[in-house]
């Protein structure tokens, strides 16, 4: 999915990245496919809570 390869992108390049989803069929999907895909890039899914708590810089992104 193109939108998850942008959030993969923006992750390795400013080290965390942000990303919303609404529970639609494609979305759920797609976030079946590629949740156990993330290890093995070397990923990891963590609430935003977490990214505050560790001071991770947050910018935000526009969709296209």
Not at 1 to 30: F, M, N, V, Y
Not at 39 to 62: F, M, R
Request: no cysteine; hydrophobic share 50%.
């Amino acid at each position: 999915d193109h939108e998850l390869a942008r959030l993969e992108a923006q992750a390795r390049k400013h080290g965390s990245a942000i990303a919303i989803g609404h529970p639609h069929d494609a979305t759920l999907d797609a976030l079946e496919a590629w949740l156990p895909t993330l290890a093995a890039k070397g990923l990891q899914l963590a609430p935003v809570s977490a990214l505050v708590e560790q001071g991770a810089p947050v910018s935000a992104a526009a969709r296209p």
